[in-house]
Every structure is written in structure tokens, then in C-alpha cells.
């Protein structure tokens, strides 16, 4: 048996002491004695007796082991032309103050904290300081609209907000205080205080609740880490689901401590000292555990860059931080070296930067077709690993374990399942399906640690979105197969939920936006293939009858309803006014069947359809000649 199988086997066979053996790499105020406490299954709890704190984990302990010089992070921003570095001895003073700050501002453990802030050291140094105070996190991404943030606030509840005066996207300064303003507006809930973050491309207003970080900090005394219940959450962070209301994915402490340490050696093969970059956002998840949370608990150096891959300023952005920076390993989303391929195609920019210290290239967070793959591989030289996971598991499902086993690539393959997850493929019928067919992709719980105990203050929703469908097993709501040698195929999502550009989004939530307008009767909006982005949404409606409003108004108003109510990221630029949309007999629209059609697909039409014209009159329109 290798490395792997071995592995593989002890962590689900002995979860207990596989899961103990791993808690080892935490510093416990109070260590765990039970790993899995499943009394109230189907929600589960790791490390039920245990007790520590994450900001020291993340930076005291390295600065206590003699390790206090050492570089914790790099903030890269070539849309500023600044590069800062901190020491772990630095970032642990600069936590520790603007904790003091916020305890000023009277955030107590248990208070959530929203955080909305672009790619700066600051929106890793609040992160950090709530982790200490025991304080719970939100960060809201800065593609964002007021409603999308006003909705996050409502659920969470802040004592406070933590925000900068602007984020800065290549073609304009996105001032963050009006999106604020405009989200209070919209909820009922209203946190005393909003720190600002004060940059110079645009200042903010400060005074009334608006206070001034640096202000703040100036004044602060430094505050200590908290112990805290390993099962106590660490951060909220809110996804798109199926309907427009976002699910608040909960983070515990212990069981994602344990569990973001052990995938560096094993799933990274990266350790103390080692220069990691993840080039994604700290708005989503693979920001939370690879830019912030997983290099700096085991003691490594991470990357934190502000700016696109390309035009940044050119094709070169991503070599040139790799060389400057001796990057190890560089963590990103396919649609950023599609960006980059479409600029370079022949790879003139790579070689002309020293990519010596370079190994290995990580791709996550939609699917990573063979096209891409070849052309990376081909011109960098380095393996490329496709990983696959989700917000709600928070680390990976399926990867090519590079510390623990490399095993050959197959492209379109996420390879295996990782250590502690038990993934099955199940058909409708939740029977598991022999190697080769396409199914379901589910889990068998228990869910390792790491994954979500449970959705913000709704386990009742968790257990229904997520635990019902199949007794005993997670959905993942994704489907694919696994080959005659285990490996896994991701294929895509069975519900509403696209990924446009390496963003989560919900096509049910633009479908809400698209129905609110007076002119439309029904609309759909569907998730196509496109080269640069992976998806991209597409919108199908029907006008009311009497409608007064022409066609090319309307599109105008639907698309502005999108980027007003969803934001920017949403990325909604189609949208087709048709005659009907092609129905079951029941009433319900055929998505897959249109999305088939537009992916070019040779997708099968249902026998349930209604009426076959309407499918047939829209067809032109799904996929023009
Ligand atoms: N704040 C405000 N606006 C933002 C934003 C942010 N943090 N991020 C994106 N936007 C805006 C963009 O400015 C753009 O606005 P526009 O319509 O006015 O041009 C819109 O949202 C769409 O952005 P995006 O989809 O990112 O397209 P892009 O053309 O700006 O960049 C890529 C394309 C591929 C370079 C970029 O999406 C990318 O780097 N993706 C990687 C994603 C990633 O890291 N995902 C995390 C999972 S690993
Ligand atoms: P997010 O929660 O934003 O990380 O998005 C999770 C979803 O992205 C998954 O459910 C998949 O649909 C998709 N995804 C992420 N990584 C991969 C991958 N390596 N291959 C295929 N799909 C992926």
C-alpha cells in the first residue's frame, strides 16, 4: 500500500486518532481529547473538549519558537506600485493593536465583525484580530453590490464594520463608503461604528459612525489571544446558493486549525519558511484558508497581491511576483492563466523571469479544462495540480496530494479524494454508481474537520440544503464520475449555482432581479461556456403582455438592475427577449436543457416537454450559427 491508500484508509477507519494525530501541529490552550463528537448527528463537532486560539496559532507562536524575523507576508500591489513586507513579530503587533481597536470600539468574543475591503494587509490584519479577541469575521467581497452586502449584514448582525475608502479595479476607483451607506439604508440592523481604512485614491467622509483606523490604532492598547472552544466559529462567510439569499457558511476554530495545517504538508507539500502565493481575493474562501489562514498557522510566508493577472501591468504580472518574491508555489483559479494565455499565448513572459524557485502550480475553484492545463504545463515547466472543494468544505475534497504521494496527472481530473472525505457518486436514487457513470457527487458524513459544522444561526436550513437528500451523506451539489482507478471527474453543478471567472454566483438570484421588473412576465437565467471566464450568465424574458417598453430598453434596464442589486462581478451582459420559454408539462423551465443547447451539447429533450415549438423557435437564439 503507498503513502496515499494508507493514509486514506486510517482517516476514515481510526478517525479518531488520525484526526488526534493531527491536532499535534496546534498549540491547544486546552488539548482536545476526542476528536469527533457526533452526538447530535447529523451535525457533528470536532474537538469538542479542546481550546485554543487561532491568531496565536497563525503568528505568537511562530514569534515564541524564535521565528519572530521571519517574513509572514508580502503585500504585492502593483495598482498602487507599493510592496510591504511584515515580519511575524510585525503582524503580530499590528493584530494585536488593532484588536486593542476593537475592543475599544466594544467588539466582545462572539460579536461578528464584517469585514468589506480590497486586497490590502488590513483586511488580513482585521481577520486576524477578531481570530484573537474571539470576535467572528465576515468578509463581504468588494465586486459586491449595496443589496448583496445589506443582505450579509442583516444576517450576521456586526457590532461593526471594518471597510477602506476604496478598492481599485484597473479601469476605476471603486469607493467603498457610498456601497456601505447604501447598504444601511436597505437594512434594519445598524452597527454602532464602520472603521475606515483611509487610501489615498479616494478618502472617505469620516465623522458620525465612520471612525478612522489609524486614528483608532493610534489610541489602542495591544490585546492578547482569547481562548477559545474549538468548536466556537472564527469567521461567517456568506455564498451563493441556490435562491438569492446567501448562505452564511460557519467556520469553526479547532477543527479548521487542525485541518488547514495538515493539507500544507500533505496536499501542498509546502512548510515553515517556504514562500506561498494564492492569487485569488480574501472575499472568498481559497482567500480565507490559503491567503490568510492555512501559510500563516504553519509558519510560512504568504503572498498577498493586489492586482489582476493581466494588465497589471502586463501578461508578465504573475512571473514577475513568482521571481521577485521566490515564490514556491502559486495557488490560483484557471480563468486567471486563461486571461493570461489569451494575452501570451506562446509564453514570451515566463521566460524572461527567473522561475527557479517555482514547482508547482495549484489550480481551484471551477473546472479546469484540458486546453488550459496543456498550455500551463507545457510552458511553465511545472507539475499542474487541479484540486477541487467549495466554500462550505473550506479545503480540498479531491487533489493530487503533492507532500503526501504525487500520483500521475489526468487533466480533467481533480485526482482522488483527500485524507477524511469519504465521496461517493450516487444515482437519483442515492445508490452508488460502479466506476465510469455520472452521477451525484456525495459525501458520507461525518464531514472532516474544516468543513462547515452549520449555516449562520440556521441548522435546520443547513441540514435541509445540504444533509437531506441522501440519509447518511453531504451533497456537494456537484456531479461527475470516477475512472476504473479512483480518479475523480468533476463535470459541474446540478442546481442554479455558475462560477463566472473563479465567482460563485446564483442565477436564481438574478433571476429575482431579472422577475422584479413591471415588463417581465418570466425569465431564466442560464450559465453558458466562455472561453475567457469558464461561465457567463445569460438571461432569457418574456414580456407581460402590453408591455410598453422596447426590446433594447429593456435589456439596458435588466442588465443595470443586475450590476445595481448583485454588483459588478455578477458580470450580466445578455440578455434576450423571447417569445416563450420552453416548459415541462408541470410548469417547470427547462434550464439544463437550454444550457445543453447553448454549450452545444447533443442534449436530450425531455418527453415531459409541453410544447417542443417553443424549444424549437429558441434554439436560433441559445446558439447562433
Ligand atoms: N471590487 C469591485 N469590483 C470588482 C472586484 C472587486 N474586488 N472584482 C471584480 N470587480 C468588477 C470588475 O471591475 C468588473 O467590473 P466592470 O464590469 O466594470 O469591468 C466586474 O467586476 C467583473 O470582474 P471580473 O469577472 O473579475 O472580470 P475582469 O475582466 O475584471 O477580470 C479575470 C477577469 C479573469 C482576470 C479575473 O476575474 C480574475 O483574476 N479571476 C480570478 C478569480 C479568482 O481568484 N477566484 C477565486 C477562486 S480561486
Ligand atoms: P466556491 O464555493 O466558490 O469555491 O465554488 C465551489 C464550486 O466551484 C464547486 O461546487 C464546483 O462546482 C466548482 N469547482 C471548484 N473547484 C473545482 C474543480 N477543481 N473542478 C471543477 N469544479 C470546481
Same mark, same amino acid.
Request: glycine fraction near 10%.
Given at each position: 500500500?503507498?503513502?496515499? $491508500? ?20 496546534? @498549540? ?8 469527533? @463528537? ?11 473538549? =479542546? ?39 510585525? &503582524? ?5 493593536? !488593532?484588536?486593542?481597536?476593537l ?5 466582545? %468574543?462572539? @460579536?461578528?465583525v ?12 482585521a481577520m486576524?484580530a477578531c481570530a484573537r479577541i474571539?470576535a467572528v469575521h ?8 449595496? %443589496? ?36 444601511? =439604508? ?61 448562505? =452564511? ?24 519558511? $517556504? ?7 480574501? =472575499? ?12 500563516? &498557522? ?32 502559486? !495557488? ?19 521566460? %524572461? ?73 450516487? @444515482? ?16 458520507? &458524513? ?86 475567457? *471566464? ?5 438571461? !432569457?424574458?418574456?414580456? *407581460? ?26 458580470? !450580466? ?9 420552453? *416548459? ?7 434550464? *439544463? ?8 451539447? $447533443? ?23
Amino acid at each position: 500500500m503507498g503513502a496515499y $491508500d494508507e493514509t486514506y484508509h486510517r482517516s476514515l477507519e481510526d478517525v479518531e486518532g488520525f484526526w488526534l494525530d493531527a491536532a499535534a501541529a496546534i @498549540d491547544w490552550t486546552r488539548p482536545p481529547t476526542r476528536a469527533l @463528537d457526533d452526538s447530535r448527528a447529523p451535525l457533528v463537532r470536532w474537538f469538542p473538549d =479542546g481550546e485554543l486560539n487561532t491568531s496565536y496559532n497563525a503568528l505568537d507562536r511562530h514569534v515564541e519558537n524564535g521565528h519572530g524575523d521571519r517574513t509572514a507576508l508580502i503585500y504585492d500591489s502593483p495598482v498602487t506600485g507599493a510592496v510591504r513586507r511584515f515580519s511575524y513579530a510585525e &503582524l503580530r503587533d499590528e493584530v494585536a493593536l !488593532f484588536a486593542g481597536a476593537l475592543r475599544s470600539l466594544g467588539v466582545a %468574543k462572539g @460579536d461578528r465583525v464584517i469585514v468589506y475591503m480590497p486586497m490590502v494587509p488590513e483586511a488580513v490584519i482585521a481577520m486576524l484580530a477578531c481570530a484573537r479577541i474571539g470576535a467572528v469575521h465576515s468578509v463581504v467581497f468588494g465586486g459586491f453590490a449595496p %443589496k448583496e452586502l445589506a443582505a450579509r449584514i442583516e444576517d450576521a448582525e456586526p457590532a461593526v464594520i471594518v471597510a477602506a475608502s476604496c478598492g481599485i479595479e484597473p479601469t476605476r476607483v471603486v469607493e467603498y463608503q457610498p456601497i456601505v451607506e447604501a447598504a444601511l =439604508g436597505l437594512t434594519t440592523h445598524q452597527p454602532d461604528q464602520v472603521v475606515i481604512l483611509q487610501r489615498d485614491r479616494a478618502r472617505a467622509r469620516l465623522g458620525g459612525r465612520y471612525v478612522d483606523w489609524a486614528d483608532l490604532v493610534a489610541r489602542a492598547e495591544p490585546a492578547g489571544p482569547v481562548p477559545v472552544a474549538a468548536t466556537d466559529p472564527l469567521y461567517v462567510l456568506y455564498t451563493s446558493g441556490t435562491t438569492g439569499r446567501p448562505k =452564511g457558511v460557519v467556520r469553526d476554530n479547532g477543527g479548521h486549525a487542525v485541518a488547514l495545517a495538515w493539507s500544507m504538508a500533505a496536499i501542498y507539500d509546502i512548510g515553515p519558511g $517556504d514562500v506561498w502565493w494564492t492569487a485569488s481575493d480574501v =472575499g472568498w474562501v481559497v482567500g480565507h484558508s490559503y491567503i490568510v489562514y492555512a501559510p500563516l &498557522l504553519i509558519g510560512a510566508t504568504t503572498v498577498l497581491y493586489e492586482g489582476k493577472p493581466v494588465g497589471t501591468p502586463d501578461a508578465g504580472a504573475f512571473w514577475r511576483v513568482i521571481s521577485d518574491h521566490g515564490v514556491k508555489a502559486l !495557488f490560483t483559479a484557471p480563468t486567471a492563466l486563461r486571461a493570461i494565455k489569451r494575452l501570451d499565448s506562446r509564453a514570451a513572459e515566463p521566460k %524572461k523571469y527567473d522561475l527557479s524557485s517555482f514547482r508547482t502550480l495549484f489550480l481551484a475553484g471551477e473546472r479546469l479544462d484540458p486546453e488550459t492545463y496543456h498550455w500551463a504545463h507545457r510552458h511553465l515547466g511545472t507539475p499542474v495540480i487541479d484540486h477541487w472543494w467549495q466554500t462550505e468544505t473550506g479545503w480540498a475534497i479531491a487533489a493530487n496530494l503533492h507532500g503526501l504521494e504525487p500520483m500521475p496527472v489526468k487533466p480533467g481530473s481533480a485526482t482522488v479524494p483527500v485524507p477524511g472525505w469519504d465521496v461517493r457518486v450516487l @444515482d437519483p436514487g442515492g445508490t452508488e454508481l460502479p466506476a465510469g457513470q455520472e452521477g451525484v457527487i456525495a459525501i458520507r &458524513l461525518p464531514l472532516p474537520p474544516g468543513a462547515l459544522p452549520t449555516l449562520w444561526g440556521d441548522d435546520q436550513r443547513f441540514i435541509e440544503a445540504y444533509l437531506s437528500q441522501y440519509e447518511g451523506y453531504y451533497l456537494t451539489g456537484d456531479s461527475g464520475y470516477r475512472d476504473a482507478d479512483g480518479y475523480l471527474f468533476v463535470m459541474g453543478r446540478t442546481d442554479d449555482v455558475i462560477n463566472v471567472a473563479g465567482h460563485r454566483l446564483s442565477t436564481g438570484a438574478m433571476e429575482a432581479v431579472l422577475a422584479a421588473h413591471p415588463a417581465v412576465a418570466e425569465c431564466a437565467v442560464i450559465g453558458v461556456h466562455d472561453e475567457l *471566464k469558464g461561465q457567463l450568465p445569460r438571461g !432569457f424574458v418574456v414580456l *407581460k403582455a402590453g408591455a410598453e417598453i422596447s426590446g433594447e430598453d429593456l435589456r439596458e434596464e435588466l442588465i443595470a438592475a443586475v450590476r445595481r442589486d448583485i454588483g459588478p462581478v455578477a458580470a !450580466f451582459r445578455a440578455v434576450s427577449v423571447v417569445e416563450a420559454l420552453p *416548459k415541462t408539462r408541470s410548469g417547470k423551465i427547462l434550464r *439544463k436543457t437550454m444550457r445543453g443547447i447553448a454549450d452545444g451539447r $447533443d442534449e436530450p429533450v425531455p418527453s415531459t416537454i409541453e410544447d417542443p415549438s417553443v424549444l424549437d423557435a429558441l434554439r436560433p437564439v441559445l446558439r447562433p450559427e
